[in-house]
């Protein structure tokens, strides 16, 4: 029962009582998870840049590309969308199920100015890819050095 004690201390059990005992307990262990905190499905997202253009990546499976909605409003990007559950399962009895659906709504500040009239948003295989130009003013300008 010694041995416990400084696992205990060292994990900080009774420092945040928001943490559930058996979580706490098997933090140090590679178990799976038991069951999922996050009730809320989002999208995983990757937003990068380069010299001409911000392109944002978005996995959203199974989500039909009607049922996304894309707005940039003063330099806020939004993603909507929303990945509803078949009726066809009813009759299936599950033993698992870790698939999530429901709405979800990302939104990302751009820091920049984007050229509204050349966005272009493309959905293929699951991925939704947005590419996003940046205006002539803000694109960097190389200066030379003279002698």
């Known amino acids: 029962m010694r041995t416990l004690l400084p696992t205990f201390r060292t994990n900080r059990l009774f420092d945040l009582p928001e943490l559930n005992f058996f979580d706490s307990v098997l933090d140090g262990f590679a178990a799976p998870q038991l069951y999922s905190k996050n009730t809320q499905w989002e999208p ?57 659906y429901g709405s979800f709504t990302r939104s990302f500040r751009l820091p920049s100015e984007i050229e509204n009239n050349k966005i272009e948003a493309n959905y293929k295989d699951g991925v939704l890819k947005i590419t996003l130009p940046k205006t002539e003013a803000v694109a960097p300008k190389k200066i030379e050095v003279k002698s």
């Open 44 to 100: 995983n997202i990757d937003v990068a840049e380069n010299e001409k253009e911000f392109l944002v990546r978005a996995e959203v499976p199974g989500i039909d590309k009607k049922d996304i909605d894309i707005t940039l409003s003063e330099g806020l990007l939004t993603i909507k969308g929303e990945k509803k559950l078949e009726n066809d399962e009813k009759s299936e009895n599950f033993h698992r199920r870790e698939s999530c």
